[in-house]
């Protein structure tokens, strides 16, 4: 029986089949939930984000326990932009939903990263400019200034949604 609720829309330019996105860092790459749940299901994914250089990320403990939940401290590890394009990119492009790449790093770094994921088909970006758990307590400066600035150098340097 076909749904009589529409839950299509579209968000930042990006067609989505329905609201329910997977978020940065809960489905890694995709390929990691890719053999546990029907990913067509989704609206879209948001790729674990990447820097430019690999991360080792945070030492152990990366976990706790909470009698709230669970708090997590990964510190960004990835391996980095070259890596994504040659290893992740062409199983995330081939996805049957929308997939945007999530990158952090600085003014120049961001605007760097997103003309090289342009290129890989990608259906957008997410810009992680406040990851509190990597040295120093912030990715990078989060003035209202600072951000103006750094989210106009990198949407001036892609065409694609960001």
Known sequence: MP???????????????????LL??????????????DLSRLGGLICKTITL?????????RTAETASGLVNSIGLENSGLKAFIK????????LPL?????I???KKELARMA?????????GLELNLSCPNVSGGS????????????????????????
């Not at 690999?54 to 403990?61: E, L």
């Not at 003309?115 to 259906?123: D, F, H, I, V, Y």
């Not at 990715?139 to 960001?162: C, E, G, H, W």
């Open 3 to 21: 749904s009589v609720f529409k839950t299509e829309l579209n968000f930042a330019g990006i067609k989505l089949r329905n609201p329910l996105i």
């Open 53 to 61: 250089l690999p991360r080792k990320g945070n030492p152990p403990p």
């Open 98 to 102: 929308p997939v945007l790449a999530s």
């Open 24 to 37: 940065s860092g809960t489905a890694g790459y995709g390929k990691e939930l890719g053999e546990i749940i």
């Open 104 to 106: 952090a790093g600085d």
């Open 115 to 123: 003309k090289e994921l342009e290129e890989t088909g990608l259906a």
């Open 87 to 94: 290893e992740v990119a062409p199983y995330v492009k081939n």
């Open 139 to 162: 990715f990078n400066p989060v003035s209202p200034a600072d951000l103006y600035v750094t989210i106009k150098a990198v949407r001036q340097s892609v065409k694609m949604p960001v």
